[in-house]
């Protein structure tokens, strides 16, 4: 089941198979096509990037203050 904030499209970019028996362990069970692009705007993917940078910054501040 895609995510509720997906796009989906009739000619996607990418598509997914996921082997349900797989998960449990068993043997080749039925499969799953999943063809649903997701769209993220940039601005999210760029708080992620600052959310990162900044962590990494504390990161280092912290070891510099505790060494």
């Known amino acids: 089941m895609p995510p509720p904030s997906a796009v989906c499209t009739g000619a996607p970019s990418h598509t997914y198979t996921l082997v349900v ?3 449990g362990g068993g043997g ?6 999943v063809g649903c692009l997701v769209v993220m705007s940039p601005f ?8 990162v940078v ?3 910054i504390g990161m280092v501040v912290a ?3 505790l060494a």
Do not use: C, N
């Open 21 to 23: 028996s797989a998960i």
């Open 28 to 33: 080749s069970g039925p499969s799953v096509e």
């Open 44 to 51: 999210w993917i760029w708080t992620q990037v600052a959310i």
């Open 54 to 56: 900044f962590v990494l």
């Open 63 to 65: 070891i510099t203050k």
